[in-house]
């Protein structure tokens, strides 16, 4: 007990004074319950004197002292013979133990508008809260002032309440919120505890904070709703955790959650990581591993998680939901690697991006910003963005996805802060390289779906791009095999090292295996600054109505050597482009002087009637370039517009089959690398 709290109970000892004491305790405990009753996200949040659990004290404890509020003369049962020593002075109780040989408990009930307990311990202890309400407006309900383990245990259907002042009497003691202990917590039990801290954190340990079980509320909190300086783990129970700061801070250490069910509501970061020093052996990582998070960050550049050092969420069993709102805001970031194992992750996010003057940089909101590298395994993983500017996944390091399902949404306008200074909102975005190796991807983003600084890699899975305005953009784009479909209304697929689009710019696009169906309403489908080179696969090329594009466009070479390339482009067949000479399979550019209608299929046919291909274009078409190992030298084909083909349907591309009807367009004979006939 700090000297000014003795003098403080002496002050009270004058009856007016004290009365007004017991008046002013009265009315804060009911502002408080107030302010439970209009907490969202709390099931039950109303906890009346008379509602704390008085008739079934579990008494059966072992080597228990027994703490049992009634106002200012709480009744002590002290059953420890030698080494406890517990003292009242006003209701508030003090418990000092230099007993290291008996493993203690110490059963607190009962309630009280004005006490607090205060415990001094050279040894781990238990406290068991069995039913008891404490209210204490000068300083923490429940003070432990030692280093060791408390092990602290909410027995089974009993209800709990903690309540601080939003202003503590002087102590050279810390006494950082609510709940405060200087040693390690461990929390468990099937009891519930309310917690109002009104000065700063409502539990927090200078040590761990472990969360076995118990239902935990914290329906105020002026700071952290719980802070530990050195790690937390959840293993289980049921947190509703309400703060003005963050929902769990960890100043030197980790966050770790393997079960359990937490929702957060927090108007700075939801759960945060925060040590940023040198010290090599503090890792300050979150981990989740199972159980069940729900976060609601709101203000500018909050984070629902933050992580100062990697991430992973590795459990099928993990379900994660990120609301967050501000500008700058984020879901998650990470300042280093972010690994996604399994499990279900929800991201939304509304942030606008805003120029920091300070910094002189724009920042933008983020589903995910990951500062390491990204790797995607597994798991169903949505994100969403609506804020201007706005990023779904952005990754400094490089990035992997290997399986999993994906969906990527980002809706806001463009950013400007002035004529230089602009964001567009896009769905992936990496400086390093982008790897998708399987798994399923479906994107809308306002601008550019996927774009990487240095490369972007498809070996497998599924991208499904329904909205865009550049759909795969980098130096070099790598298609090897998987299924890559694009919507956009500029480029399909960009590469480009620099922003002169005049001269070849040693940028590749490379085409060995996979199925790339792409449509542009607006640009080319395909636009290199440098080359196209194609040994495999099938490329099926929907191009735009619009005279001043074609549907694919190259500054160095388009070679050719394998694998199926057909396009259908508008009416500017003088500038329309082909494959170049370098290419060892056959092409055929075929140009018309009344154009295809949007819908109006168009076919090859050899001399036995048996059709090579038959393609249906998106919008009117003018000019056909088709490319395939079945194109022989030598050959005439016949031209048909109209006809059915059974053959399989690939965006519009039909592959083999049986042709019925049409009506003959005349016809092409196959000469060299490149046939071109305007019919």
Known sequence: MSETKHQYGEIMNNKHLKLAGKLFSALLLCLSLVACNTTSDVTDTTINVADITTNTKDTTITNAVLIDYDGTTPTITNNIASGVEVSVTNGDVVVKSTNTSTPISYVISGQSTNASLKIYSDAAFNLV??????????????????????????VGGTM????????????????????????????????????????????????????????ISVTQAAADAI?????????????????????VEVEAGYVNISGGAMSITASSDGITTSYTGTDASI???????????????????????NSNSYLKMNSSTST??????????????????????????????????????TDKATVSSSGISCGGNLAIQDGTISISNTGVGGKGIIVDGSSTVAGGTITLTTSGATYTYSTSETTDAKAFVGTGSIAINGGYLTISSSNDAIKSAASVTVNG????????VDGLSAPKVTINAGYISVISTDDCIYTSTTTDGTSNDGSLLSITGGTVIVSSSGGECIDSNGSIAQSGGTVVVQGTTLSTTVAFDYNGTFNITGGVFIAGGPNNTSVAKATSAGSTQPTVFLKFTVGYAGGNPFSLIDAGGNPLFTFIPTRAAYYFVYSSPTLKNGTTYNVFSGGENGGTNIGGYYNGGTFNGGISRGSVTISGQLTTASL
């Open 129 to 154: 809260l069995n039913g008891t309400s404490l209210v204490n407006s000068d300083g923490p309900a429940i003070n432990i002032q030692s280093s060791k383990k408390a092990t602290v245990t909410l």
């Open 227 to 247: 802070h530990a300086y050195s790690n937390f783990q959840m293993t289980g129970g049921n947190l509703t955790l309400v703060s003005t700061e963050s929902g």
């Open 283 to 305: 890792s300050p990582y979150v981990q989740i591993n199972g159980g069940t998070l729900t976060v609601n960050a709101s203000g500018e550049k909050v984070k629902a998680i």
């Open 160 to 215: 709990n309440r903690l309540i601080d002042g939003a202003n503590y009497a002087t102590s050279t003691e810390d006494q950082k919120g609510t709940f405060f202990s200087k040693g390690q917590l461990d929390i468990t039990g099937a009891g519930s505890i309310l917690i109002y801290a009104s000065y700063k954190h409502a539990i927090v340990s200078d040590g761990n904070i472990n969360i076995q079980g118990g239902t």
């Open 461 to 468: 899975g599924s991208v499904d791009i329904t909205t865009s």
């Open 320 to 357: 994660v939901a990120l609301y967050t709102s501000g500008n700058g805001c984020k879901g998650i970031k990470t300042s280093g690697d972010l690994t996604l194992t399994a499990g279900k992750l929800t991201i939304l996010t509304g942030g606008a991006s805003y120029y920091n003057t």
